[in-house]
């Protein structure tokens, strides 16, 4: 059974930095994509960025600039690093992956941003 587990989340002023990290219990190599979605108080979970199996990457436009995806293939783990976070960043993160026709979530790590 696959397993997602994310790491890194927590509590930032407004302007610092986080990196998430989603560590996955099955070689992403063969993954379609991998990708963090999430998800605020009220609203609907939403994606924020994407990459691909041979690594190409796509972001929402509030991460365009701010936020970069990334794997590592010999970890089995992907990152989300987050720069410039701003309370509107405020959310639970998911990490996301397609495998073998299946999709899977990771439980979630909440990062809060303070203003």
């Not at 690594?55 to 990334?70: C, L, M, P, Q, V």
């Not at 970890?75 to 509107?88: D, I």
């Amino acid at each position: 059974q696959v397993q997602l587990v994310e790491s890194g989340g927590g509590l930032v002023q407004a302007g610092g930095s986080l990196r998430l990290s989603c560590a996955a219990s099955m070689s992403i190599l063969t993954t379609n994509v991998m990708a963090w979605y999430r998800q605020a108080p009220r609203n609907e979970r939403e994606l924020v960025a994407g990459i691909a199996r041979f690594g190409i990457t796509n972001y929402a436009d509030s991460a365009k600039g701010r936020f970069t995806i990334s794997k590592d293939n010999a970890k089995n783990t992907v990152y989300l690093q987050m720069n410039s976070l701003k309370p509107e960043d405020t959310a639970v993160y998911y990490c996301k992956v397609e495998w073998r026709g299946e999709t899977y979530w990771g439980q979630g790590t909440q990062v809060t941003v303070s203003s």
